[in-house]
């Protein structure tokens, strides 16, 4: 049996190299030998019969550590097993979509707006919109990128003049608006999720920053999780149909709000924190679905 870890064809990112290096050595321990790849070699192609063809056919499975959606349908389509599947990747990969996904589902989210799609970046920032969305989330309110990580893309706005930068900073990028959960200003917990069971959690705090993401210059503390924010993480991976994630969970006043599901979350920090071999975790996961 042999696997590849696929990589964005452009990112190079230290965080993403280590962690492919560390799941290419748990599964060489659980005697699999896999490769790491970018995905820059068009994998997948639809041919001039209109089939999809898979340029991995030597390879039983494929970790997938990218966000190209067109190549993961493409490959799945071709009978490529992917860990994290393709549909997934796409329902996390845009945080609106996330919600949306996970609306109805009993699951406590922080109240959201979509934001408006904007086509022409000459076109002045809606300020009646922008009275709408003071009036429904209050001050602060988050204004985010859709498509962000490690904490980028994410902006706090104390009052009208700061919403409508923010809103003008993303106005052609997919985005929204999203009330602020005060108990949780710079704090939250990182539930890492495999197979549908929370195997780490940690609580990361920043002490000059909203954010507490580790990328953002938060850091990671070790804790019991309690038994809700167990429940909201789980329950959402398993509604998004993950294998592996990361779910951050909010300290609200009187419950845990779930904020992001993250696909292909860095399991480096919380190993570090928490002594866990999340990698190997991992590894055995897809071993054991094969």
Not at 64 to 89: C, H, P, Q, W
């Given at each position: 049996m042999k696997g590849i870890i696929l990589l964005n064809a452009y990112s190079d990112i230290p965080p993403a190299r280590r962690q492919s290096l560390r799941l290419k050595e748990e599964f060489a321990r659980l005697g699999t030998n896999v490769e790491i790849a970018r995905n820059n070699r068009f994998f997948a192609r639809i041919n001039s019969g209109g089939e999809i063809d898979s340029r991995l056919g030597d390879f039983s499975f494929?970790?997938?550590?990218?966000?190209?959606?067109?190549?993961?349908?493409?490959?799945?389509?071709?009978?490529?097993?992917?860990f994290n599947g393709a549909r997934a990747i796409e329902l996390c990969d845009d945080k609106m979509t996330t919600q949306i996904a996970l609306a109805g589902a009993g699951i406590p989210m922080p109240k959201t707006l979509p934001g408006l799609l904007c086509y022409d970046q000459n076109a002045k920032t809606d300020l009646d919109a922008m009275r709408v969305a003071e009036k429904e989330l209050g001050y602060?309110?988050?204004?985010?990128?859709?498509?962000?990580?490690?904490g980028a893309g994410v902006y706090k706005a104390d009052n009208f003049g700061e919403l409508v930068a923010?809103?003008?900073?993303?106005?052609?990028?997919?985005?929204l608006f999203q009330q602020y959960v005060a108990e949780s200003a710079?704090?939250?917990?990182?539930?890492?999720?495999?197979?549908?069971?929370a195997v780490a959690a940690m609580e990361r705090r920043?002490?000059?920053?909203?954010?507490?993401?580790?990328?953002?210059?938060?850091?990671?503390?070790?804790?019991?999780?309690?038994?809700?924010?167990?429940?909201?993480?789980?329950?959402?991976?398993?509604l998004l149909g993950l294998d592996y994630c990361g779910a951050d969970i909010l300290f609200g006043?009187?419950?845990?709000?779930?904020?992001?599901?993250?696909?292909?979350?860095?399991?480096?920090?919380?190993?570090?924190?928490?002594?866990?071999?999340?990698?190997?975790?991992?590894?055995?996961?897809?071993?054991?679905?094969l």
């Amino acid at each position: 049996m042999k696997g590849i870890i696929l990589l964005n064809a452009y990112s190079d990112i230290p965080p993403a190299r280590r962690q492919s290096l560390r799941l290419k050595e748990e599964f060489a321990r659980l005697g699999t030998n896999v490769e790491i790849a970018r995905n820059n070699r068009f994998f997948a192609r639809i041919n001039s019969g209109g089939e999809i063809d898979s340029r991995l056919g030597d390879f039983s499975f494929c970790v997938y550590l990218d966000k190209d959606k067109y190549v993961s349908y493409m490959l799945e389509t071709a009978g490529v097993k992917l860990f994290n599947g393709a549909r997934a990747i796409e329902l996390c990969d845009d945080k609106m979509t996330t919600q949306i996904a996970l609306a109805g589902a009993g699951i406590p989210m922080p109240k959201t707006l979509p934001g408006l799609l904007c086509y022409d970046q000459n076109a002045k920032t809606d300020l009646d919109a922008m009275r709408v969305a003071e009036k429904e989330l209050g001050y602060p309110l988050i204004v985010k990128n859709s498509f962000g990580s490690m904490g980028a893309g994410v902006y706090k706005a104390d009052n009208f003049g700061e919403l409508v930068a923010a809103a003008e900073n993303l106005k052609t990028t997919p985005h929204l608006f999203q009330q602020y959960v005060a108990e949780s200003a710079g704090k939250d917990i990182r539930v890492i999720v495999i197979g549908g069971k929370a195997v780490a959690a940690m609580e990361r705090r920043s002490d000059k920053d909203f954010r507490s993401n580790i990328a953002a210059g938060g850091r990671g503390v070790k804790i019991d999780l309690p038994e809700e924010a167990r429940r909201l993480a789980e329950r959402a991976a398993a509604l998004l149909g993950l294998d592996y994630c990361g779910a951050d969970i909010l300290f609200g006043k009187d419950k845990f709000y779930l904020c992001e599901v993250n696909s292909n979350a860095f399991f480096e920090g919380i190993e570090g924190v928490t002594g866990i071999n999340v990698g190997r975790l991992y590894a055995e996961h897809i071993l054991s679905r094969l």
